[in-house]
C-alpha cells in the first residue's frame, strides 16, 4: 500500500472535514493534551518536534512554554494544514513555531531535538515502525517522546458506537475494494500496549511507559451537530464516505439512529458529551 494515497487522504478529504469540525477537535483533543503536557514538560530552551501536527495549535502551545531560547517545529505530510499552522503562528506572534511538510515515515526532520511529541499523529502510519524510527533517530541521544493515542474502541463510545450504528445500516467497503483515498490504519491502531511497546523496543527506544487519561469530549452542541461530526469522521464517516452514493442514500436511516446513540449523553444545554480515553506512551532514546 502507498503512503501517498494516505497523504492524499489528509491533504484534501480529510482537510475538508477536520476543517468543518475544527472548533470541537481542538477543543476535545486539547482536553487530552493539555494534562500529557503538565505531566510531561518541555524545558525552556528545548527544541521539540511535533509529530502529525495538524492544525499545529499543539505546536505553537509547546513554542510558547519553551521561551525565546528554543522552539517547536510542526510536521504533516498534508500542506494544507502546514499551510493553516503557519497563518496561525503569524497571528499569534509564535516566532518560535515553525512548521515543515514531511512524510515522518520517510523524510529527514531536521534535527537533532530534545523531545518529541505527537497528539493523535502517529495512529495512521502505513509503516508504524519505519515512522518509530525515523522519529527517534531524529531525537539526541536520552530524547524523551510522549505520545497520545486512542486507548480501546469500548472507551471511546463518540467513535466506536457510531461505527457500529453505521455497520448495522451502510455496507462496509474495505480499502482494498476501493480507488478512494483513507486514512490509513485508523484511531485505534495504538491502543494495545503489548502491540505498540514491542514496536517501540524493536525500533530502539527504551524505558517504555502508558499511562490511562480519561477525559469527557464535547462533539457537539446540540445533537444535530454531533451527528453530522460521525458521519463525517473516526470510522462511522469513512465507511459512509466509501460506500460513496450507498452511504448518501442511507444517510437518512443513519440519523435516525444516531439520534438514539447520541441522545443519551446530551448535557442540560444541549451539548453532547461522550466519555474519551488516551494512553499518554513516554519512551525514549537510549544514552
Ligand atoms: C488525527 S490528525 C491529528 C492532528 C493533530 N496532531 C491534532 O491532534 O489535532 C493526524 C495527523 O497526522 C498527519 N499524518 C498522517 N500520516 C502522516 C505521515 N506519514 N507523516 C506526517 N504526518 C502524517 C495527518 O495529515 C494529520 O494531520
Given at each position: 500500500m502507498s503512503n501517498d494515497v494516505i497523504i492524499e487522504a489528509w491533504n484534501t478529504v480529510l482537510f475538508d472535514k477536520f476543517s468543518r469540525f475544527k472548533h470541537l477537535l481542538i477543543d476535545g483533543l486539547s482536553s487530552h493534551s493539555e494534562e500529557a503536557l503538565k505531566r510531561h514538560k518541555h524545558s525552556p530552551g528545548h527544541k521539540v518536534l511535533d509529530i502529525g501536527c495538524g492544525f499545529g495549535d499543539s505546536t505553537i502551545r509547546i513554542a510558547k512554554s519553551l521561551g525565546a531560547d528554543g522552539f517547536?517545529?510542526?510536521?504533516?505530510?498534508?500542506?494544507?494544514?502546514?499551510?493553516?499552522?503557519?497563518?496561525?503562528?503569524?497571528?499569534?506572534?509564535?516566532?518560535?513555531?515553525?512548521?515543515?511538510?514531511?512524510?515522518?515515515?520517510a523524510d529527514d526532520m531536521g534535527g537533532p531535538y530534545d523531545e518529541a511529541f505527537a497528539r493523535f499523529g502517529t495512529m495512521f502510519f502505513n509503516m508504524p515502525g519505519a515512522a518509530m524510527r525515523n522519529i527517534r533517530l531524529s531525537l539526541k541521544p536520552g530524547g524523551k517522546f510522549t505520545q497520545i493515542v486512542w486507548r480501546k474502541r469500548e472507551d471511546n463510545p463518540w467513535l466506536y458506537e457510531a461505527e457500529?450504528?453505521?455497520?448495522?445500516?451502510?455496507?462496509?467497503?474495505?480499502?482494498?475494494?476501493?480507488?478512494?483515498?483513507?486514512?490509513?490504519?485508523?484511531?485505534?491502531?495504538?491502543?494495545?500496549?503489548?502491540?505498540?511497546?514491542?514496536?517501540?523496543?524493536?525500533?530502539?527506544?527504551?524505558?517504555?511507559?502508558?499511562?490511562?487519561?480519561?477525559?469527557?469530549?464535547?462533539?457537539?452542541?446540540?445533537?444535530?451537530?454531533?451527528?453530522?461530526?460521525?458521519?463525517?469522521?473516526?470510522?462511522?464517516?469513512?465507511?459512509?464516505?466509501?460506500?460513496?452514493?450507498?452511504?448518501?442514500?442511507?444517510?437518512?436511516?443513519?440519523?435516525?439512529?444516531?439520534?438514539?446513540?447520541?441522545?443519551?449523553?446530551?448535557?442540560?444545554?444541549g451539548g453532547i458529551w461522550t466519555p474519551s480515553s488516551t494512553w499518554f506512551v513516554t519512551a525514549y532514546n537510549p544514552d
Open positions: 517547536a517545529v510542526g510536521v504533516d505530510c498534508a500542506s494544507n494544514f502546514i499551510r493553516e499552522c503557519e497563518l496561525e503562528a503569524a497571528k499569534v506572534n509564535a516566532d518560535n513555531a515553525k512548521f515543515l511538510v514531511a512524510d515522518v515515515e457500529v450504528c453505521v455497520k448495522s445500516i451502510v455496507p462496509v467497503i474495505s480499502h482494498e475494494d476501493t480507488d478512494a483515498v483513507h486514512c490509513g490504519p485508523g484511531p485505534f491502531s495504538m491502543s494495545g500496549p503489548d502491540m505498540v511497546s514491542e514496536m517501540l523496543r524493536v525500533t530502539g527506544w527504551n524505558r517504555i511507559s502508558f499511562e490511562r487519561f480519561d477525559s469527557d469530549i464535547c462533539i457537539g452542541r446540540n445533537l444535530e451537530e454531533a451527528i453530522e461530526f460521525a458521519m463525517s469522521l473516526g470510522p462511522a464517516g469513512e465507511i459512509i464516505r466509501l460506500a460513496e452514493e450507498e452511504g448518501e442514500r442511507l444517510k437518512p436511516q443513519v440519523v435516525i439512529a444516531l439520534k438514539e446513540v447520541f441522545g443519551k449523553y446530551q448535557r442540560e444545554d
